[in-house]
Each structure stands twice: as structure tokens, then as C-alpha cells.
């Protein structure tokens, strides 16, 4: 079942088109991987997701409800979390108060701190420690754990692999399977074809703004994918 459906969503920035005529269902319990270069449009559809960019009326539907024009404060309580590209911690603050900052008091669910640390247990070493002290997989662990904190229903992630060691976002990626275990939906952005299939039911592939591949990875064969990906 669907639980985020796009349809004939076209947005930009200004007079800038950067997405044209997006069709996507994000299935409930799922996890889906986004790929595409840089600058196909990725991170412009999460923020459409997410409301922190305006979508035409009727574009966007979340657990069958209608979210486009609702704003993100409200879209994070119906249960969308974001681990934004850059992850956008407070430097200063600890590990435990950037993990509070993503508690969300109307929303209930198996994810608490305790969860967290089980999930990461290097965090609950480092947990009064200020976040610009740790290291960048560290610190992507604080990203996503911010984000369960508010116990979505689906969790977008934003290039977590970005800038980190192949060790490290081994074991970033490792910690999915638990995060789908507990029910969350999951779109990861990724920009490494191989990860991507390794770890989606279903994977999506834009470029240049429009969905040039979407399905289960096995229906494709290498050929499909880097076609879909680099337009050859
Ligand atoms: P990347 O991997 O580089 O993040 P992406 O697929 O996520 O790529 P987007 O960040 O969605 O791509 O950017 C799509 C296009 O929109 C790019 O041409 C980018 O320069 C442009 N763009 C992104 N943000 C803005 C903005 N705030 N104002 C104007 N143009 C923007």
C-alpha cells in the first residue's frame, strides 16, 4: 500500500524548473532507494515532501491525506522525518540534546533514546558530548536518530553516505534493516548505484528532473539503471 504518493508534481525554484510531471508511491514498510547525478532534482523532491517547498495542490499525499501546502512543522507531526543532506546539527549543543531536539511530543512509537543508543551504541559514549567533537559517521548516526526521535512513519535520508569512509556508512546502512523492523517506511537518497540496489525493495532513479526508472532492483538489469541514471 501506498503510504506517499506523488503525482504530476512539477516544482522549482522560482522560475527555475527543476522537477516536470513526477509520478512516485513510496509502499508502506518499504524501503525505496533514490538515485541520480548531481543536480537531477533529489533533494528538490524530498523538500517537496517535507513542505519546506511549495507543491501544487494535489501532488502530494501522505498516508492518503492531501499534504501539499501544509506546512513542515505539521507534515513532521503527521510523521515524515528528514535527515537533511549536510545533516544540520547544532555543533554546540550535545549528542543526547541534538537527539531531543527531534522528539516531537504528539507522536508516540518505539523510538526513544534508549532506542537510539541501542541502534548506535557509540552514541551512548559519546552522549554529553558536544556534536562538533565527533566524527562525521558519528555525527551522521546523531542525524538519523534526531530524525527517529519524532517516530516517523517515513524516513527520508539525504546522501547519508556523503564524505564517509566505506567502513562507516557500512555501518550506517546497517542499522536500516532494525529501522524497518520497527514498521518505518524508508527513502534513502543515494548516489552509489550498487548501495542502492543492495539495499532497496524498490529503487527510483531520476534525471534531469524526471523519473526515468522505478521498480523493484531486480527488474533491471546493470544496462537499465546506468542508462536511467546517465541518459545512455
Ligand atoms: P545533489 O546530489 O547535487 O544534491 P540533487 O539531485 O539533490 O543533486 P537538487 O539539490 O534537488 O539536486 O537540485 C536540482 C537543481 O536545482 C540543481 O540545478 C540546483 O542547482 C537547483 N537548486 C537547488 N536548490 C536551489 C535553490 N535553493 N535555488 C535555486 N536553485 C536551486
Redesign the pocket.
Known amino acids: 500500500m501506498s503510504l506517499c504518493s506523488v503525482r504530476r508534481l512539477s516544482v ?3 522560475d ?1 524548473k ?1 522537477l516536470f510531471d513526477i509520478d512516485l508511491d513510496i509502499d508502506e514498510g518499504q524501503a525505496m532507494a533514490m538515485i ?10 524530498l ?1 517537496a515532501i517535507t513542505g519546506l517547498l511549495k507543491a501544487p495542490d494535489d501532488s502530494i499525499k501522505f498516508a492518503g491525506r492531501p499534504i501539499a501546502g501544509t506546512p513542515p512543522h505539521a507534515i513532521v507531526a503527521l510523521g515524515v522525518a528528514m535527515v537533511p ?1 549536510g545533516r544540520c546539527l547544532f555543533p554546540s549543543l550535545s549528542v543526547e540534546e541534538n537527539l531531543l531536539v527531534g522528539a516531537h511530543a504528539k507522536r508516540r512509537g518505539p523510538w526513544t533514546l534508549q532506542r537510539v543508543y541501542d541502534l548506535f551504541p557509540a552514541l551512548l559514549q559519546r552522549r554529553r558530548a558536544p556534536v562538533e567533537l565527533l566524527s562525521g559517521g558519528q555525527q551522521q548516526m546523531v542525524a538519523i536518530g534526531r530524525a527517529l526521535m519524532s517516530n516517523p512513519r517515513l524516513l527520508l535520508c ?2 547519508v553516505s556523503l564524505g564517509l569512509a566505506p567502513i562507516v556508512i557500512k555501518s550506517i546502512y546497517c542499522a536500516f534493516p532494525a529501522i524497518l523492523a520497527e514498521g518505518t517506511t524508508i527513502l534513502v ?1 543515494e ?1 552509489d548505484i550498487g548501495r542502492a540496489i543492495a539495499m532497496a525493495d524498490t529503487v527510483t532513479c ?1 534525471q534531469e ?1 524526471k523519473v526515468t526508472l522505478a521498480g523493484p532492483p531486480k527488474q533491471f538489469s546493470r544496462a537499465d539503471i546506468t542508462a536511467a541514471y546517465f541518459g545512455r
Do not use: S
Not at 36 to 45: D, P, Q, Y
Open positions: 522549482g525554484y522560482g527555475f527543476v541520480g547525478a548531481n543536480g537531477a532534482g533529489k533533494t528538490t523532491l523538500r543532506e539525504d546522501e537518497v548516489q531520476l528532473g
